[in-house]
C-alpha cells in the first residue's frame, strides 16, 4: 500500500501541466457564488442575492509563455429572485449556458504559484417564463414574464499552483425581459434589460 501511495504521488508530480507556447490546455472547474439581478421598473428595485453554482471549461492555446487564448464553455444554476420590489418574493431555479471567447496573461515567477488574470465575452442562453400576480390596497397586476438571455462578459482573478486553478470572478449576464400583463384593469406590456451580475469563486484542474 505504501508503495502504491507513493507511485500515486510521484504520477500526480510529473503529470502536472503548466501553460506553455504552443501547446493547447483544457480546465474544467466548478464555481459557486451570489447573483444579484440588477433591475429598476417602475420604482421598483429588485434587490435579491441569490447563490448560484456551475459548471464550465477553458480551451485555451499558449501563443507565448504567459499570454493564452481559446474559447470556454458554462452552465450555470441561478437561483435568480422573480422580483420586481417587495411585493415579489420568490427565486427561480433558471439555467444560463455560455458560449465566450476568453484571453489569460500568467505572471510567471521563480516559485511554483503563478497569479493569473483573465476575461471572456460571449453570448449567454436560457432563461425562464413565469407568471405573477400582485394586490395591494390601491393596485392590482397579473401577467407573464419572459427572461432571455443574450450575451455574458466577465473578468477575474486567481493562482495556478501544480495544475490546481483557484479562480475569484466577476461577471454580468445581460437578459431580455418582455412582460404582458393588466394593471388595473389595463393592458400593459413592457421589453427591458437586466443585467444579472455574480461574483464567484471557481476551482479547476488544467490538462
Known sequence: MRKLLSALVLLVAVSSVYAEKGEFSYIPKVK????????????????????????GMDILYGFTDNFEAGVGVSLERNY???DFGDFIGESEDT??????????????????????IQAKAGLARGGESFSKSYQTRDSYYSGSVDMDATAVYGISTGIEYKSVNVELGYEVIKVDLDM???HNGQKES?????DIKTIY????YRF
Do not use: H
Request: a negative charge.
Open 180 to 182: 404582458e400583463g393588466s
Open 80 to 82: 435568480i429572485a422573480k
Open 190 to 194: 413592457m421589453s427591458m434589460e437586466e
Open 201 to 204: 469563486l471557481a476551482v479547476g
Open 32 to 55: 459557486v457564488g451570489a447573483s444579484k439581478a440588477d433591475l429598476d421598473y417602475g420604482g421598483y428595485s429588485a434587490t435579491d442575492t441569490e447563490p448560484t453554482i456551475g459548471l
Open 95 to 116: 439555467r444560463f449556458g455560455q458560449l465566450f471567447l476568453t484571453g489569460r496573461y500568467n505572471f510567471r515567477n521563480s516559485s511554483e504559484f503563478t497569479p493569473f
